[in-house]
């Protein structure tokens, strides 16, 4: 099942259990349709899907920095300048990666009218 297809069912189904809160089980005197208020609900939900995005774009970016960051084993290394070299290395990868990050949360941003 789609996104969109579990976003309009569940939707379905917050709008009805709204809507049973407030006019009882048969919906009596109800003014409205189900599917006006599931749309609203479905609309909300969506908004969020984003969030979840940039959530799991969030998590990727902090095993790629714990990566970059750790300490590279001791007998791997044993000239200094091989040191330096790999440590200068591993901070034009974190640079990269920041300003990627960067530019993509910038997108999610402008994408939500949030600029």
Same mark, same amino acid.
């Given at each position: ?21 407030? *006019? ?19 609309r909300g939900i969506n ?9 799991? $774009? *969030? ?37 990269? $990666? ?18």
């Amino acid at each position: 099942m789609s996104d969109n297809a579990q976003s309009g069912e569940s939707a379905s189904l917050l709008a009805e259990e709204i809507l049973r809160k407030i *006019y009882g089980d048969d919906l009596k005197g109800c003014p409205v349709s189900l599917d006006s208020i599931a749309a609203i609900i479905g609309r909300g939900i969506n908004q969020r899907a984003p969030t979840n995005e940039l959530l799991a $774009l *969030y998590e990727k970016v902090m095993e790629a920095m714990q990566l970059l960051s750790a300490p590279p084993p001791a007998e791997k290394i044993a000239d200094p300048k091989e040191l330096q070299l790999l440590l200068s290395e591993r901070l034009d990868s974190i640079h990269a $990666l920041i300003t990627k990050t960067m530019t993509t949360a910038g997108l999610f941003k402008m994408q939500n009218g949030k600029e």
